[in-house]
């Protein structure tokens, strides 16, 4: 298989005697969705941040094309674009101003900017709302500028945490269709998500973590072999611990 070009090795956060990451190493190569799933307070925004360059690792290391993210972090966040389950934009400036402001920042070319914020705007639908300020903007809408600031530079590993969290049907589905196309351009793609249709449906590899360790990784048929579960969501509960709760919920009905 090729070089990967989202690498962890023994990835690990401690905050005093909590650890809320413990040596968690993994690859996502070029061509592939990845589903990052996980209960409440697993782990996954703390190792997203870790990705992003967001989070200093207590120990551990974290790969982005080929450069490290605590050594090289501009080459590391030059050649990756994250989306945070908040957007958080700059709530003064327009969308395009925004788009413009971020190929400022990745010192992408004037006129190439234009025609890639163009195309983006076109692809998100937002070409209506472009020259109104942000702050003015749906959440679905924000959540949108804030994927398409992110694909700005074409990255090659694009890292989003709840990318469809709060969106009607139609764009969840836009953002669905969106990152499979980058993955199938070649780019590494990236996700956690809480909603398991969406990673078994989209995701060519899940990964599972679960009180900061992460318990499995590989496609739905690796998973499904692990305990004889066709469902990803039983799959989930049982390497969980949620299958009691579950049956419980089942019983109370």
């Known amino acids: ?58 120990s ?14 501009l080459q590391a966040k030059a050649a990756s674009g994250y989306v945070p389950d908040t957007p958080n934009l700059y709530a003064k400036l327009t969308g395009r101003e925004l788009l413009h402001f971020v190929g400022d ?7 190439q900017a234009a025609r890639r914020i163009d195309e983006l705007l076109r692809m998100f639908d937002l070409s209506a709302a472009a020259d109104e300020t942000t702050d003015s903007y749906s959440h679905g809408m924000q959540q949108k500028t804030a994927l398409a600031a992110a694909l700005m530079h074409d990255p090659k590993v694009l890292v989003l945490d709840e990318p469809t969290v709060g969106l ?11 990152l499979r196309q980058m993955a199938d351009r070649g780019a590494a ?12 449906r989209m995701c060519d590899r899940i990964g599972i973590i679960n009180k900061g360790q992460l318990i499995a990784v590989g496609t739905m048929e690796e998973l499904r072999a692990l305990g004889q579960q066709s469902s990803l969501e039983d799959i989930f509960l049982n390497l969980t611990g949620g299958a009691e709760e579950a049956e419980i919920a089942e019983v109370l009905k």
């Open 1 to 58: 298989m090729s070089t990967p070009l989202l690498h962890t090795q023994h990835l690990t956060k401690r905050y005093g005697e909590k650890v809320a990451v413990n040596d968690v190493s993994f690859e996502v190569y070029g061509g592939e969705v990845f589903g990052f799933l996980g209960p409440n307070g697993a782990g996954k925004t703390t190792t997203i941040k870790m990705i992003a360059g967001l989070l200093r690792p207590t």
């Open 60 to 73: 551990g290391q974290v790969s982005v094309a080929g450069h490290d993210v605590n050594t090289h972090p």
């Open 189 to 200: 793609v990236f996700l956690s998500t809480h909603i398991l249709e969406i990673a078994e």
């Open 105 to 111: 920042l990745y010192d992408i070319e004037r006129g």
């Open 168 to 178: 009607d049907p139609k764009s969840a589905r836009l953002i669905k269709d969106i």
